[in-house]
């Protein structure tokens, strides 16, 4: 009896151990967060006070964004391009890690680096369509984002997206005459991508890339008085034979321009406008 009792009394000790612990790990957590706010804050009042303002939202968690390969499926290709051109689709390799892919409806070349360009000769109707032919694309695990509508005589841009992110300069340019789709061309990545799992390779914090970016404009010459939207994506920084890197940057939209801001190496650069 004496034994259950000391048993009871140990148990209630453990629990109270335990609700404590439990008490200092949300109150450090809690610290920590506050802590992160109000040095975010504090990277905001730098750039207000040197002349820039921040209306845009600031992405929460930048530690989640980490560097990606993607690795070439030539097997992933023959289904996109045997979707795209029909049953029977053969593929015939050229050399160099260039593939010729033919079929009913067309034909279609892709690189290595991801790099294609194709002509149709007969499509579906359904086809035609800018919101038909992004259904399809994404039937093909292929993530787009629209930014034209379907003309009638020129082209139409589909952006890809890698986990909801924007992936930079990885547009497919769609060809129309007379509202019939003629032509695409633009990268294709094949494979999903997959973590480098670099402990070197990690993000910098808001604030850091905050001051960062401030530093950017100053050594670079640049200026803006207002930082509208900061969109976390993905920007090819590399392809060697047939894998192609993808590097995290913020993508900040100013009252002057578009800057491409490294997440992991803090590097500012301006996106080129396309004429």
Do not use: H
């Amino acid at each position: 009896m004496e034994w259950f009792k000391l048993k009871t009394i140990i148990i209630l000790i453990l629990l109270a151990l335990n609700l404590c612990l439990l008490v200092l790990v949300y109150l450090r957590e809690e610290n920590t967060s506050q802590y992160a706010e109000d040095i975010r804050d504090d990277a905001v009042s730098v750039l207000q006070n040197n002349g820039i303002s921040l209306t845009a939202r600031l992405p929460e968690d930048t530690q989640a964004l980490s560097v990606y390969t993607v690795t070439r499926s030539t097997q992933d290709e023959l289904a996109f391009a045997t979707a795209l051109l029909g049953e029977g689709t053969t593929a015939e390799n050229l050399g160099g890690g260039l593939y010729r892919y033919t079929g009913s409806r067309g034909s279609a070349q892709i690189s290595a680096g991801g790099s294609f360009a194709c002509q149709f000769s007969a499509l579906p109707s359904s086809f035609n369509g800018v919101t038909e032919l992004c259904n399809f694309l994404t039937s093909l695990g292929y993530q787009t984002e629209v930014s034209a509508d379907v003309p009638v005589n020129g082209s139409v841009t589909v952006s890809q997206l890698w986990n909801k992110a924007p992936l930079i300069s990885s547009e497919c340019v769609f060809t129309y005459s007379d509202s019939v789709l003629q032509s695409a061309s633009g990268l294709l990545l094949t494979s999903a991508p997959v973590s480098a799992d670099s402990t070197e390779e990690t993000s910098l914090s808001a604030a850091t890339l905050l001051i960062r970016f401030l530093s950017g404009m100053i050594e670079s010459g640049y200026v803006c008085n207002t930082v509208t939207d900061i969109t976390p994506s993905f920007q090819l920084s590399s392809i060697q034979s047939d894998r192609i890197t993808l590097t995290p940057v913020w993508l900040i939209t100013t009252d002057t321009g578009n800057y491409n801001l490294n997440t992991i190496t803090g590097e500012l650069s301006q996106e080129k406008s396309v004429s």
